[in-house]
């Protein structure tokens, strides 16, 4: 077996799985799944929860596959991208809905749907596993919607027209629906086993534990951060953090994954560029594309893609000596993308291209170099590397076959060290565990609690910081750049202060650059400036007393009278 989800389409004879619509009213009829000759063994409850594994994220299918961080301050996109992004949320351009909205419950409702039919199941060693599944998919929906919204109305049951008081039932609070979803991941991580007892390709007991760990992280970071405000839990966050502690520790110690190492110049860059995981220690499941057999590509191979780093992430990488850039008398500057790398965390050269880099290996062996950005697609200038795959494998187009990580052990590592920092107990000996676990792979100096270089460069939260926690920070948006959780660490923390009024820049308008595309846009000190006349007021426009969580759309509020919306809305 191997770790992957193939993305594939699945018939069934004589079973009909329904097809709910993203309204909670929907009543596509759920009996078609109900034969007698169903939920019987655990084979049954696995082919249900086969069509869930779906939802988990992945790459686009056609097109360019732009980095889930796009649109944050850490990635730009370009103005030729076809597909939404976070631009419009940090902006603060989004309306309220007339309906839709992201207001969605089929997949709620299609967990529900397992749940309540899971125990009719009567042979099988794996039944109380797959039972662990259902509740870890219920907790994965539940998050998704609970990013979003905040408070939700909390429905365990498969809902009917008669449930009137469900249907028309108030939203339970923040911190009651957080309960709920870290009690959902406790009971998938009580029946849930091992990966050596179900194999590779399937969610287990260590990644539920750390799908707890970053749920509790994120509701004690939010509620930490967001007292005082209309958006405020009921708590002050230190037992969700204790959660996000224990069970991010609970993954590391249990010992069924490890970083996965190399030369310390490729193996970052190598992680991000496999066609088959199967095989790495870090890698706790992905999805595996296969183009050639299922006609399904994640077009990495189209490159740029239609996205670019921006400077003020590229400020974030330490300097090689282990100082911030701002202080390190090794720094070189940044004013061309020559310069850009000398001297750094091998973590940005291997997430960003420079003049001379690798570009393309051909079919016959021939090999060509990158030189110069190509700014029809990449706005920063800063052209991404990381799952950009060199080789080219058919019909002159690079790899397109990547595998996209859906969990990896790195993020224990990081979940620990964030939850022991904001709960002030971080030890030199956590440290090691973690943060410095993860500098020996690309051969970066230790991080030493106890004699820190103060950075003049700090990001400013809007609030002050232990300089520990600073620096976790740091090696967060470092290691897990691209992956995803920018927005979600934005929200968290409370972060306005990062990027209201502010735009993300590119690098300098250089020579070479202007030789092949004249009449770019460039701010006062010479950096290329895309977003200027992009985005609403010339920097993005988040309002902090309403932008952090998303409107109920008003056909939803119409319908029931009990439905609350957002504050700010």
């Not at 662990?132 to 919204?149: I, M, S, V």
């Not at 191979?301 to 996205?307: D, I, K």
């Amino acid at each position: 077996m191997k770790r992957i989800l193939y993305i594939i389409t699945l018939i069934f004879t004589g079973i009909a799985f329904n097809s709910c619509s993203d309204d909670l009213l929907e009543k596509t009829p759920l009996d078609q799944i109900s034969d007698t000759d169903f939920w019987k063994t655990e084979g049954d409850l696995q082919l249900y929860l086969n069509q869930l594994y779906a939802t988990l994220p992945g790459w686009a299918a056609a097109g360019a596959s732009p980095s889930l961080d796009i649109g944050t301050d850490i990635i730009a996109q370009s103005s030729l991208w076809f597909g939404a992004s976070s631009t419009t949320r940090l902006d603060g351009t989004i309306n309220v809905p007339s309906s839709g909205g992201g207001w969605s419950w089929s997949n709620v409702r299609r967990a529900n749907y397992f749940l309540e039919n899971s125990a009719r199941a009567e042979t099988g060693n794996l039944i109380d596993h797959y039972i662990g599944e259902g509740h870890f998919f219920r907790a994965w929906f539940y998050f998704d919607l609970f990013k979003d919204f905040g408070a939700l109305p909390i429905i365990t049951k498969v809902v009917d027209l008669e449930d009137e008081d469900i249907l028309m039932g108030a939203r339970s609070s923040r911190t009651e629906v957080a309960n709920f979803i870290l009690a959902e991941l406790d009971l998938a991580i009580e029946k849930m086993e091992y990966a050596d007892k179900v194999g590779p390709s399937r969610l287990n007991k260590d990644i539920a534990a750390l799908f707890k760990a970053r749920v509790a992280l994120y509701e004690g970071t939010w509620e930490k951060y967001h007292q005082g405000t209309d958006f405020a839990g009921t708590t002050d966050g230190t037992d969700y953090l204790q959660q996000a502690a224990d069970a991010a520790l609970s993954v590391i110690e249990a010992g069924n994954y490890s970083l996965s190492t190399g030369d310390v110049d490729e193996a970052y860059y190598n992680l991000f560029v496999q066609t088959d995981y199967s095989g790495n220690k870090e890698v706790m499941l992905y999805k595996h594309y296969d183009y050639l057999t299922y006609n399904i590509q994640n077009s990495l191979w189209n490159q740029p893609s239609l996205q670019g780093m921006s400077r003020e992430m590229t400020q974030l990488y330490l300097a090689a000596d282990g100082l911030p850039i701002s202080v390190s008398p090794i720094f070189n500057g940044d004013a061309t993308l020559d310069e850009l790398q000398e001297n750094r965390d091998p973590r940005l050269a291997q997430s960003v291209m420079a003049p001379g880099d690798l570009d393309i290996i051909a079919e016959n062996g021939a090999e060509s170099y990158f030189m110069v950005p190509d700014m029809s697609r990449n706005p920063t200038g800063y052209s991404i590397e990381k799952w950009r795959s060199k080789q080219i494998v058919q019909n002159n187009e690079r790899t397109r076959d990547i595998g996209y990580i859906i969990f990896r052990y790195a993020e224990a590592l990081l979940v620990y060290a964030e939850a022991k920092a904001e709960l002030g107990t971080l030890t030199q000996a956590d440290v090691d565990l973690t943060i410095n676990q993860l500098r020996d792979r690309v051969g970066m100096p230790h991080l030493n609690i106890g004699a820190i270089t103060p950075d003049p460069n700090w990001p400013d939260y809007g609030y002050t910081l232990p300089d520990y926690l600073q620096e976790v920070r740091r090696e967060r948006v470092v290691e897990l750049f691209g992956e995803g959780n920018r927005l979600e660490d934005l929200m968290r923390w409370r972060a306005h202060k990062l990027f209201v009024g502010k735009r993300p820049i590119g690098t300098t308008y250089t020579s070479d650059i202007e030789a092949i595309y004249s009449g770019l846009t460039v701010n006062s000190e010479g950096f290329l400036d895309p977003y200027v006349n992009f985005l609403n007021t010339g920097g993005f426009g988040f309002d902090p007393d309403r932008d952090y969580l998303l409107p109920l759309p008003i056909d939803e509020l119409t319908i029931n009278d009990n439905l609350t919306q957002n504050p700010g809305w």
